[in-house]
T-cell receptor
């Protein structure tokens, strides 16, 4: 069975602060994908990043960065210099890279960025 | 632009009155999913199609049905909506198989209100 835990239900920051969203996962699969999605108030889930389990390189995309650590089964997401437009619910998800293509989602973390 | 389209964005129905939500995609993905999402919760998978093969989740009520007449379109039918069915309904697609890249692409959702 797979499990994704996003322990932070809600995070509130002031604009320009850095913020890290935590994601911890459990799986018995040896190869898998990890994802982050953003869901703004409009409702659509927007794909942000995919990480293969065999690729532990961290990734940076503008103000976004992701820290994948297989040893601790974590895939954390950091937003640097947060902006009001970053306010959304962020979901972490996991699925095996072979076999089932159905992802398991975490419960989501609601990020509120105050001006 | 290739995308996932859902119509309508907002749907109001009466208790017990059948309703159909629609989803179309121009991504030519072979898998289409329907999720139900209630406030402050993760999306909950109702069912999905892998090509023409229908896959129902074990806990999806019989009240929910789906049709996929072709690759591009998928419909969610709620035969007798109850107050508890009021939610956001999200359609998603992915490419499974040899060119599987893992991530799902979501439509903007249909927010269903049951009066």
């Amino acid at each position: 069975a797979q499990k994704v835990t996003q322990a932070q239900t809600e995070i509130s920051v002031v604009e320009k602060e850095d913020v890290t969203l935590d994601c911890v996962y459990e799986t018995r699969d040896t190869t898998y994908y990890l994802f982050w999605y953003k869901q703004p108030p409009s409702g659509e889930l927007v794909f942000l990043i995919r990480r293969n389990s065999f690729d532990e390189q961290n990734e940076i995309s503008g103000r976004y960065s992701w820290n994948f650590q297989k040893s601790t089964s974590s895939f954390n997401f950091t937003i640097t210099a947060s902006q009001v437009v970053d306010s959304a619910v962020y979901f972490c998800a996991l699925r095996p890279s072979g076999g089932s293509y159905i992802p398991t989602f975490g419960r989501g973390t609601s990020l509120i960025v105050h001006p | 632009d290739a995308m996932v389209i859902q119509n309508p964005r907002y749907q109001v129905t009466q208790f017990g009155k059948p309703v159909t939500l629609s989803c179309s995609q121009t991504l030519n993905h072979n898998v289409m999913y329907w999720y139900q999402q209630k406030s402050s919760q993760a999306p909950k998978l109702l069912f999905h199609y892998y090509d023409k093969d229908f896959n129902n989740e074990a806990d999806t009520p019989d009240n929910f049905q789906s049709r996929r007449p072709n690759t591009s379109f998928c419909f969610l039918d709620i035969r007798s909506p109850g107050l508890g069915d009021a939610a956001m309904y999200l359609c998603a697609t992915s490419r499974a198989g040899a060119r599987d890249m893992g991530e799902q692409f979501f439509g903007p959702g249909t927010r269903l209100t049951v009066l």
